[in-house]
C-alpha cells in the first residue's frame, strides 16, 4: 500500500467500493469517492551523493547509510551547498513562549544543525516545535542555507539510525500544489543530512563541546547555541518523479436542515511503506495495525451511522488518506484543499494504529488539552467506564506524527485517541508489550495478521468509544461548542480559528 503504487490504489478502489456499498454519498471530487492527490517522489542518487565536513583544513568524507543519510529535494535533482555550520540546540524560535535557540548567534549563509528535540514545554506544544518542517522554516527564517539534524541518545531510543538508513529505500515525498509547487519546501535550503550519534558526538568533540555536556543541557532542555568550528560540503543528487495517489471521501448527510452543512471528519490513513528492504525473506510491509487497523475501524463507524435512523444532526465526513507514512502528506493536501468548506469541519477525530494487544481501560486523547473536544473525550470514556490518561511519552511527540496534525496546522479542532496503559491485572503490562511491539513490529514486515495476541474485542471496545466521541459532537446543539483551537492559540498567540502555520 505504498503511496504511489499499484497496491496503494487497490487499497483506494476497495475502501471507496466499500463506502458505496455501505451507502454513503461519495465526497471527493467530480462526484466520485476520489480527491486527487498529486505528488513528487524522490530517490537519492547514493553513487551521486556526498557529504564532507572539514576541521582546520582537515576533511572526513562521511559514509551514507553508515553514518549519515539525506533526503531528496523535491525541486531540484542536484542540489548543493559549502557553509560553515552552527549548531543551534533544539532550532526552536518561541517568542510568545520566552524562547529563541537563536538569539546571539548569527545563522545567515550558514548551515544549521540542530537535535530532534524541544524545549520543556507542554507536551503538544513541544511536539509541535520538535517538527522538521517547523525548524526548517525557522531556519530560512534566519538565513540558512541548509539543514543539519543530529541524532542524540533518547531520538535513537525512538528511532534507531539504522531503521532511518534502511528507510532510505522507500521514496522522499511531497505533495504539489495547484501550481506545481511542493509543500513544505524552502529552495533557500540546498541541502540537507542527518548524522547518526557517534558522527554527533566527533562533530560536538572536534569542536571543543564534550558531547554527553552537550546531550545533558539538551535533555533539560538548556541546550546552547554556539559556532561548531565546521564547515560542510553537501553534494545531493536525487531521481524525482510525478506521481498520484487518491484520498478517499465520503460523506453521510446529517438529519438537522440547520445544521447538516457542518461535518465531524473521521479520517485514517490508508497507505502503508508498501515494498522495501527484506526481513527473514519478506519485503512486504503489511501495515496491518499500521494503520489497517484504523482504515477498518473508519468502515466500520461508517456501518454504525448509517444505520442510525434518524441520522446524527450534522453530517460526518469519513476520510482514508494517502501518504501518511510519508510525512501525513494527504491529510496535509485534504486540510489545505478540502471537499468541504474548510470552516464547515466542526472536528476531526483521527485512528492511526490500534494496538489491540491488551485489555482497553483508559484512552489517550493526544491533542485533547489544546481543543475544545476535551470535554467529549471525558465524557465518552466516562459513559464506558473508562478514563482518560496523559500522555506517557511527550519524547516521542506522538500529536505531530499523525494525521490530526494537518487539521489542527488549519485551524480545524482535531484529536488523536489512542488506547491508554492502564493495567488493572498486575500480569498485564500494557507499556511493556507496546514497546516490544515498536521495537520489532513497528514499520517491520512482520506487523501483519499473523503476529500474536491480538484482541479484537478490545478493538471494538476502542471503535465503540471513537463511534460515541463522533455522536457526542454530531449531535451537540448550535453554539454549543466553540470551534477555536486553543493550540493554535499557545503557539501563535492568535485564538482565531484561521490561524494556521504553514511550517
Not at 540542530?114 to 525548524?135: I, L, M, Q, R
Not at 511527540?397 to 490530526?404: G, T
Request: charged share 25%.
Amino acid at each position: 500500500r505504498g503511496t504511489g503504487t499499484r497496491g496503494y490504489q487497490i487499497a483506494a478502489t476497495y475502501v471507496a467500493s466499500e463506502f458505496e456499498g455501505i451507502g454513503l454519498e461519495p465526497a471527493g471530487e467530480n462526484g466520485t469517492y476520489f480527491q486527487r492527490v498529486p505528488f513528487r517522489q524522490g530517490h537519492v542518487d547514493e553513487a551521486k551523493t556526498s557529504l564532507t565536513l572539514v576541521w582546520k583544513g582537515k576533511a572526513e568524507k562521511l559514509v551514507l547509510r553508515e553514518n549519515y543519510v539525506t533526503f531528496a529535494d523535491p525541486g531540484r535533482t542536484v542540489s548543493e551547498v559549502e557553509a560553515p555550520v552552527i549548531f543551534v540546540g533544539d532550532g526552536v524560535t518561541a517568542p510568545q513562549l520566552g524562547y529563541d535557540d537563536y538569539q546571539g548567534i548569527d545563522a545567515k549563509g550558514k548551515i544549521v544543525a540542530f537535535v530532534f528535540a524541544a524545549p520543556n514545554f507542554e507536551s503538544t506544544v513541544k511536539a509541535h516545535y520538535t517538527s522538521f518542517a517547523v525548524k526548517s522554516a525557522n531556519a530560512v527564517a534566519h538565513g540558512a542555507v541548509g539543514l543539519i539534524l543530529l541524532y542524540d541518545p533518547v531520538f535513537e531510543k525512538i528511532y534507531p539510525f539504522r531503521e532511518m538508513a534502511r528507510d532510505l529505500a522507500f521514496p522522499h515525498m511531497r505533495w504539489l500544489d495547484k501550481q506545481g509547487r511542493p509543500n513544505d519546501y524552502w529552495p533557500e535550503l540546498k541541502g540537507n543530512a542527518v548524522l547518526n550519534l557517534e558522527a554527533t558526538k566527533k562533530l560536538f568533540e572536534e569542536s571543543g563541546h564534550p558531547a554527553e555536556e552537550v546531550f545533558a543541557a539538551i535533555k533539560a532542555g538548556k541546550a546552547t547555541s554556539f559556532d561548531l568550528g565546521v564547515t560542510a560540503r553537501v553534494h545531493n543528487e536525487a531521481k524525482l518523479e510525478d506521481v498520484e495517489s487518491p484520498n478517499i471521501v465520503a460523506k453521510l448527510e446529517g438529519s438537522d436542515p440547520a445544521l447538516k452543512h457542518e461535518y465531524v471528519v473521521y479520517s485514517a490513513h490508508a497507505d502503508h511503506l508498501g515494498i522495501g528492504v527484506p526481513e527473514d525473506g519478506d519485503n512486504i510491509y503489511n501495515g496491518a495495525l499500521d494503520n489497517a487497523s484504523g482504515t477498518a475501524i473508519l468502515l466500520e463507524l461508517a456501518r454504525a451511522f448509517r444505520r442510525m435512523n434518524p441520522a446524527p444532526r450534522r453530517s460526518i465526513l469519513f476520510l482514508a488518506v494517502a501518504g501518511e507514512e510519508e510525512g501525513l502528506l494527504g491529510s496535509d493536501y485534504f486540510a489545505h484543499y478540502p471537499t468541504v468548506a474548510k470552516e464547515a469541519m466542526a472536528a476531526n477525530l483521527n485512528m492511526d494504529e490500534d494496538l489491540m494487544l491488551w485489555p482497553l481501560e483508559d484512552v489517550i486523547a493526544f491533542g485533547a488539552e489544546h481543543s475544545t473536544l476535551e470535554e467529549v473525550m471525558e465524557a465518552a470514556a466516562k459513559r464506558m467506564h473508562m478514563s482518560l490518561s496523559p500522555d506517557p511519552l511527550p519524547q516521542e511527540v506522538v500529536f505531530i506524527r499523525s494525521d490530526q496534525y494537518s487539521f489542527v496546522r488549519q485551524g480545524v479542532p482535531a484529536v488523536f485517541p489512542v488506547p491508554g496503559f492502564k493495567s488493572s491485572d498486575p500480569k498485564i503490562k500494557p507499556m511493556e508489550i507496546f514497546q516490544n511491539w515498536e521495537a520489532t513490529r513497528y514499520h517491520h514486515p512482520g506487523d501483519d495478521m499473523n503476529q500474536p495476541g491480538l484482541l479484537f474485542d478490545e478493538a471494538a471496545k476502542y471503535a465503540r468509544y471513537l463511534f460515541l466521541c463522533g455522536y457526542l459532537v454530531a449531535n451537540e446543539r448550535s453554539g454549543q461548542r466553540g470551534t477555536k483551537t486553543i493550540f493554535l492559540e499557545s503557539v501563535t498567540g492568535r485564538s482565531d480559528r484561521q490561524a494556521v502555520w504553514d511550517g
